[in-house]
Nanobody, 124 residues
Framework: QVQLAESGGGSVQAGDSLRLSCAAS????????MGWFRQAPGKERQFIAT????????VYTDFVKGRFTISRDNAKNMVYLQMNSLKPEDTGVYYC?????????????????WGQGTQVTVSS
């Protein structure tokens, strides 16, 4: 069992930066690949980025490449999403998810645990 708690969301202007954090507790954090997903109003949850359990590999969706960076600190049981050059279309609730290390996908329905989400609002 893994408990996840996101933080760091807020309301910013286009072009600003935010750093989201996700604190994990419970089962060994290093046993899980981690991902960030976003849900905009009226839309389905969509994949943003994922990182392997060791932190050695990452994958990003095309519309955040070059702007967002996912990272993790296994010693602190934390995963982060650094978001730069934010755009209004980045607005939504951001969720972190945990997926056992034996799987590594970008499909949200294959993640085992989720946090409660943190709201990000970007104004033009």
């Amino acid at each position: 069992q893994v408990q996840l708690a996101e933080s760091g969301g807020g309301s910013v202007q286009a072009g600003d930066s935010l750093r989201l954090s996700c604190a994990a507790s419970g089962s060994p954090f290093s046993s899980y690949n981690m991902g960030w997903f976003r849900q905009a109003p009226g839309k389905e949850r969509q994949f943003i980025a994922t990182i392997t359990s060791s932190g050695s590999s990452t994958v990003y969706t095309d519309f955040v490449k070059g702007r967002f960076t996912i990272s993790r600190d296994n010693a602190k049981n934390m995963v982060y999403l650094q978001m730069n050059s934010l755009k209004p279309e980045d607005t939504g609730v951001y969720y972190c998810g945990a997926q056992h290390w034996t799987r590594w996908t970008i499909r949200g329905d294959e993640y085992d645990y989720w946090g409660q989400g943190t709201q990000v609002t970007v104004s033009s």
